[in-house]
T-cell receptor, first 113, second 116 residues
Framework: KQEVTQIPAALSVPEGENLVLNCSFT??????LQWFRQDPGKGLTSLLL?????REQTSGRLNASLDKSSGRSTLYIAASQPGDSATYLC????????????FGTGTLLAVQP | GAVVSQHPSRVICKSGTSVKIECRSL??????MFWYRQFPKQSLMLMAT?????????EQGVEKDKFLINHASLTLSTLTVTSAHPEDSSFYIC????????????FGPGTRLTVT
């Protein structure tokens, strides 16, 4: 059974810092991995999607990497801003015909002005 | 594009009553829809997957007679929580995909259910 874990559970940083969020998964047979952002009481915003054949994806100040064989992904946020404060979730999609997403435990990020 | 809406955004109901939550894909046809629940400070847990015109497939531990899912059209799926109890209070989020296979899912804004 696939299990997805995120470390740390919570993180507080001063504005301007670069930071790394970690995601690990137990079953490396994934189709892709996706990072989401969730603001309090809101739905999910997709940030980056990495296919299993890719090593990384970049969008603006965000960079996500994937090491499928070791079951790890990282989300790097450069020059953090208070508006980045949110919960960040990673989710893996299993291989095969399934379209199920299995979500990680989330990292609550607070960027202090 | 790829907008998914949910209605209502918040609902409060009394214990023992039923409540229906709607999930709509506004600008695409959703072959597959998913329902998740999220308890405070926890992650999303998949409850069920539904394909248009077919019965929903429920995840292990989810009571299908309690959480009724209907996916009668390519743009609408409903989740009915029957005989709601306080422990059903949660944040319910739907997602929709235009594909049956490994297509991307687009998420709704969520519905906060409080059972008193």
């Amino acid at each position: 059974k696939q299990e997805v874990t995120q470390i740390p559970a919570a993180l507080s940083v001063p504005e301007g810092e670069n930071l790394v969020l970690n995601c690990s998964f137990t079953d490396s047979a994934i189709y892709n991995l996706q990072w989401f952002r969730q603001d309090p009481g809101k739905g999910l915003t997709s940030l980056l999607l990495i296919q299993s054949s890719q090593r990384e994806q970049t969008s603006g100040r965000l960079n996500a990497s994937l090491d499928k064989s070791s079951g790890r992904s990282t989300l790097y946020i450069a020059a953090s801003q208070p508006g980045d404060s949110a919960t960040y979730l990673c989710a893996v999609r299993q291989g095969g015909a399934t379209n199920k997403l299995i979500f990680g435990t989330g990292t609550l990020l607070a960027v202090q002005p | 594009g790829a907008v998914v809406s949910q209605h209502p955004s918040r609902v409060i109901c009394k214990s023992g009553t039923s409540v229906k939550i709607e999930c709509r894909s506004l600008d695409f046809q959703a072959t597959t829809m998913f329902w998740y629940r999220q308890f405070p400070k926890q992650s999303l847990m998949l409850m069920a997957t539904s394909n248009e015109g077919s019965k929903a497939t429920y995840e292990q531990g989810v009571e299908k007679d309690k959480f009724l899912i209907n996916h009668a059209s390519l743009t609408l799926s409903t989740l009915t929580v029957t005989s709601a109890h306080p422990e059903d209070s949660s944040f319910y989020i739907c997602s929709a995909s235009p594909a049956v296979g490994a297509g991307e899912q687009y998420f709704g804004p969520g519905t906060r259910l409080t059972v008193t």
